[in-house]
């Protein structure tokens, strides 16, 4: 919907710390030494199969709900059992549900999750997904919210990324900080022009190192942080178990993450998120709040899932501590090839 306009955020009847827009869907967790299918009819045992919590968006509210903060998620899922399980689980968790849309025409999304321990292969059908749009998030919950943050950009691409400069425009309008996530980009567009009017109203970028390449256009990772942090948002990039680094201004932090046993490290990056926007709504600064996200995310792989690991704030505050900060002295900017 090019040109659409919401109405100014409406003030809700109390606070919001944190309103999350995006992809909400059960994940079939499979986890196991050997987890790789072997076609021609073979059947595989493997250490154990269950349903979870899934969808980045729900793992990042589901976290941030664990960590103490009043969180509500803005997503789509059908009228169907994998909908109502998700709802029921995020709604035990705390997190309010009332705008996730229940859709009657089409399923909710679902994953497959192939859980080797430190490393996984996922499956996504995304149904009710993709259908999620800007009319779809209700402006009273812009309004309230202290924080907006939008997970899982490239799924809700065609869907949602027409409206979602709009959005989040009016969430800056009404005071609230913004984040935004895009995670991978099963299309392999990466970058166009409704996601470059959404990074013109976010406040932090969060990508992994491989997603800050491709947003980027970069060759290195020194690149693609002058790159995208020249566009203006402040920008962590998630480095999995080397822990994160984070740039705002000419300031750079290589922050390290607390040594952990890893059971799985599904949802590690949604907890992670969760962990820095609490540590950014408590008045940290950007590298002590991504400390924190590095602690939310360790303690997150130590039980299969995306949720089961989701730390509380102590612990996480506690986890904190054996997080190693250090500034980094960021490479010049390359020469233009001429």
Known sequence: MPGSRLSPPERGPGPLDLLVIGDCNPDVMVVGGDVTPAFGQQEKLV???SLEIGGSASITAVAAARLGLRVALAAAVGDDPAGRFMLGQLAAEGVDTAAVAVRSDAPTGMTVALSAGG????????????TLTARDVPSALLGRARHVHVSSYFLLADSLGPGLATVLGAARAGGASTS?????????????ERLTAALAHVGLLLPNDAEALHLAGAATLEQA?????????????KLGERGALCAGGNRHYLVQPPPVTVTDTTGAGDCFNAGVIAGLLAGDDLPSAVALGCAVGAASTRAPGGTAGAPDLATARDLAQHVAVREVIPAPPAPPHT
């Not at 942080?225 to 990039?237: C, E, K």
């Open 119 to 130: 490393d996984r292969a996922i499956l996504t059908a995304t149904g009710a997904v993709a």
């Open 225 to 237: 942080v002058s790159t995208l942090t020249a566009a203006g948002p402040r920008l962590v990039v």
């Open 47 to 49: 250490d154990g199969i």
């Open 180 to 192: 935004l996530d895009t995670n991978w980009d099963p299309a392999q567009r990466w970058r166009d």
